[in-house]
């Protein structure tokens, strides 16, 4: 993950911003999206949940999805938050569910905490193209201050808990260094990339990657070339439909002028879903 993300770094310092952004288009597009596309397959495990259940969990998956795309069309902007809401948890949840172990309450307060911690990062970094997006996607862009002020109290917050963690003895120094060392480079790539190519850094090294690996393990008991084979087979389907679907959004949209907006729409509609997913998976284990 380091080594990758050192690759990029210094690749993203040797290119422009329409390199960058074609490449990171092509990991969302691919890796990104793929982490998600066994949902079903996961909901459908019998070690957790009969014929009846997976119905019922098929039809919650489904009118998720509905209710992301339905309140993107009605109100962008508050789509946007929640996207950035739930995202910021659930990259904490992937990258912290392992590492420490208190109460949900304060776990999950934890894992919301240090997904804004690097939205913040990456918007702050990256404030021009933040605007371009938001004002394609709804006509205004979140006020810089805003940004400012919720990276500070964010930093803040994340190194409070750390603080209790370690006095609860949930966490050790030594995670805790690692922790702080790894935001701080990250603060580093956010600055000397562009805007999607750091989320795409992000997305794919430190989150998907890992979920990808999570899921195979779940799903088949050991992570080889073979299960990992297997995973991606399964998933070809439903990665298909998501790309198609960010294509077709973009060119039958005319109101939509960046691609990176039609992207983002689509990651909208499959992020709470597969979030519920995840967190149904991860309770069962």
């Not at 996207?83 to 949840?93: D, K, Q, R």
């Not at 690097?118 to 605007?131: A, H, I, P, R, T």
Request: glycine residues 4%; positive net charge.
């Amino acid at each position: 993950m380091i080594f990758f993300t050192f690759l990029l770094f210094w690749f993203g310092i040797q290119f422009g911003e329409i390199v960058e952004d074609s490449i990171a288009f092509f990991l969302v597009i691919t890796v990104g999206i793929l982490h998600g596309a066994n949902d079903l397959l996961i909901l459908s495990k019998k070690d957790f949940t009969g014929k009846n259940k997976f119905s019922k969990n098929l039809f919650i998956y489904l009118i998720l999805i509905a209710l992301c795309v339905f309140l993107f069309f009605l109100h962008p902007y508050l789509a946007i938050i929640i996207f950035i809401a739930i995202s910021a948890f659930h990259f904490g949840e992937e990258h912290f569910s392992k590492k420490i172990k208190l109460n949900s309450l304060t776990n999950n307060i934890y894992y919301f905490i240090y997904g804004l911690v690097v939205f913040g990062m990456l918007f702050y970094n990256s404030k021009d193209q933040l605007k371009r997006i938001m004002v394609d996607l709804v006509g205004i862009s979140i006020p810089l201050y805003i940004i400012k002020i919720g990276l500070l109290i964010s930093i803040l917050l994340f190194l409070i808990f750390n603080v209790y963690f370690f006095i609860k003895n949930s966490i050790t120094l030594k995670v805790i260094i690692k922790e702080i060392f790894y935001l701080m480079f990250l603060f580093l790539v956010f600055k000397t990339t562009s805007l999607i190519f750091g989320f795409a850094i992000y997305f794919i090294l430190w989150h998907s990657l890992p979920s990808i690996l999570h899921q195979v393990l779940f799903l088949s008991g050991e992570v080889t070339k073979i299960t990992i084979l297997q995973f991606v087979k399964k998933a070809l389907l439903f990665w298909a439909i998501s790309a198609l679907g960010i294509l077709l959004l973009y060119y039958f949209t005319p109101d939509l002028k960046l691609f990176s907006s039609s992207l983002f729409a689509v990651l909208f509609a499959v992020t709470a879903p597969h979030m519920w997913v995840m967190s149904v998976m991860k309770s069962s284990e």
